[in-house]
């Protein structure tokens, strides 16, 4: 199966993992009314994915391009 | 209003000048004037790529729609696009860049050779920006209109000739360069105004707390269905790897490094921008004032009760700015689609140089000036058009890019069959002919997705050749 598919390096296959798996859990209706600060949960979470979500992948592609 | 006007003059002085200083640079080679020489540095690329995102609504929309419908909500819909470009760097940025054309389109046709493909893509991708130009334009001239006391017909033809002219002339060479300044005065204005409010304040976690406790819908999402907004955070995170004037700032980037670096970068300061914006100015403005009828005002309205009229002035600017870097770059892509993609063939053949030059010049012109038409009496439902043309480019290329990139077993009939079923099926279930429950980006990306799957494991495998092409693609 993984044979039909191009190489994905390691840490990058993991960081889209991530980013997928962080996504759908976000949407999850548990957080919608749990609140922090006067905001659901959900609102907080969509912040940090925003802040996190490039900030992974900086991490992820340091240092690559010395190579 | 004397102080704003001057400064918005000023501002639209710098751009031409800018494009006029560009079009010496890009006269007479594709490559300049596509993709400014290949030679564009991360840190500069980051700074375009963050302008050519934050639009109009990056700016007066957002603070808008949170002061109205609440900050998680509105967060949601702008995630979507934030994810999107980490997305982008992982599975498109390096690859595009080492295939090394023009367009979205030049890689499409040469993954799956076929006129269907060719003719297609351009057509689509015109179809879908020029209404996004014209929605663009609406809000520089209402803008315009609200803070500079100009009519909205004057002060939408001004803003509109301004940027054709650069474009036009200087190509991506002016358009990067004039994101850059744009994308500063941005960053200064927003991140500005929401640090002078934390300073006053104390912390972000504070002004919430006396925000919602006036206000609590300000924090909540509960009351509102999920599937109202899922919709359009997957309609930009798939349409960011994909969209033209996005993926051409790829090929501007001097190696794939640079671009999966500005991409990232990019998306930091952008984050930034929102977030100042949701969390810091809607805050205030809630409190300031409670019950404004016109829920996009907030943002003026803050600007003018606390700052002077310098300060008030360089937020027109801003305003505008977000429009313009935005609308550049569209119609750049817009212009690519026809006078390279299309016509690209005939004219490299049979034109000169200097008719290439003057065919480029032109479509730009003839765009511009189409959408400036249009503009003047734009229906009342163009914002939520634009985002269905963005939805439709999405549907229709998300499947046919990242499956010709990383699978083996897609091919030209895969690819051809995907193309046209995902731009069918967001045709017919956003206009609600094939009724599914279900955000029509969704509906799409999967009936594209199976067609993809049938046509590679159906029809004919794909050749050695185009296998060690795209293997080469992933070099790193």
Not at chain 2, 169 to 174: I, L, P, R, S, T
Not at chain 2, 430 to 440: R, Y
Request: aromatic share 10%; charged share 15%; with cysteine.
């Amino acid at each position: 199966m993984l044979k039909s598919f191009f190489h994905m390096d390691r840490a990058e296959a993991l960081a889209l993992l991530f980013l997928v798996a962080f996504s759908a859990l976000s949407f999850l209706p548990a957080w919608r009314s749990q609140k922090i600060a006067g905001m659901a949960v959900f609102g907080w979470l969509m912040a940090a994915l925003m802040v996190l979500s490039p900030a992974l992948a900086l991490f992820v592609f340091r240092g690559r391009g010395k190579r | 209003m004397l102080v704003e006007r001057v400064l918005v003059l000023l501002y639209f002085a710098v751009c031409i000048g800018i494009g006029i200083a560009a079009s010496r640079r890009v006269r007479g080679s594709g490559d300049e004037y596509w993709v400014a020489g290949r030679r564009v540095g991360t840190w500069v690329n980051a700074m375009a790529i963050m302008a050519t995102l934050a639009s109009g609504g990056s700016i007066i929309g957002v603070m808008g729609l949170a002061y109205s419908q609440g900050i998680p909500a509105t967060l949601a819909l702008f995630a979507g696009a934030v994810v999107g470009f980490p997305l982008a760097s992982l599975l498109v940025a390096r690859e595009l860049r080492n295939f090394g054309r023009y367009t979205i389109t030049d890689f499409l046709a040469f993954r799956y050779p076929s006129s269907i493909v060719r003719t297609l893509v351009p057509i689509l991708i015109v179809t879908a920006f020029t209404i996004y130009i014209v929605a663009q334009l609406k809000a520089a001239g209402i803008t315009a209109e609200t803070l500079l006391g100009i009519p909205f017909e004057h002060a939408l033809t001004l803003a509109t000739l301004v940027f054709v002219i650069y474009v036009s002339f200087g190509g991506m060479v002016a358009v990067t360069w004039t994101d850059v300044f744009q994308g500063i005065l941005m960053l200064l204005v927003v991140l500005g105004t929401g640090l002078w409010f934390l300073w006053e304040v104390g912390t972000p976690l504070e002004l919430m707390r006396r925000a919602t406790s006036v206000a609590p819908e300000l924090g909540q999402v509960e009351h509102r269905p999920v599937a109202s907004y899922l919709g359009y955070f997957a309609i930009w995170a798939t349409a960011i790897p994909v969209i033209p004037h996005i993926v051409m700032r790829v090929f501007t980037a001097r190696d794939g490094h640079g671009a999966r670096l500005s991409l990232n970068l990019a998306m930091l300061a952008y984050s930034a921008l929102i977030l100042a914006a949701v969390f810091l100015i809607v805050p205030v403005g809630k409190l300031d004032f409670p019950d404004l009828a016109d829920a996009d005002q907030v943002f003026l309205k803050v600007m003018e009760s606390r700052f002077p009229a310098a300060v008030r002035g360089m937020a027109v600017a801003a305003v505008l700015a977000a429009v313009m870097s935005t609308t550049d770059a569209l119609l750049l892509a817009c212009s690519s689609s026809i006078s390279h993609d299309l016509l690209g063939n005939i004219l490299r053949e049979k034109a000169s140089q200097r008719t290439i030059d003057a065919v480029r010049v032109g479509t730009a012109w003839v765009i511009g000036l189409l959408a400036l038409y249009w503009a003047y009496s734009p229906p009342e439902l163009i914002s939520q058009f634009y985002t269905a043309g963005v939805g439709l480019l999405s549907g229709s290329l998300f499947v046919p890019v990242i499956a010709g990139l990383w699978w083996k077993k897609a091919n030209r009939t895969g690819g051809v069959l995907a193309l046209i079923t995902g731009a069918l099926a967001y045709v017919l279930v956003h206009f609600q002919i094939l009724p599914f429950g279900l955000a029509p980006i969704l509906v799409s990306l999967a009936a594209s997705a199976l067609a993809m799957a049938a046509g590679g494991l159906l029809g004919p495998p794909e050749s050695r050749e185009m296998i060690e092409a795209i293997e080469k693609l992933h070099a790193p």
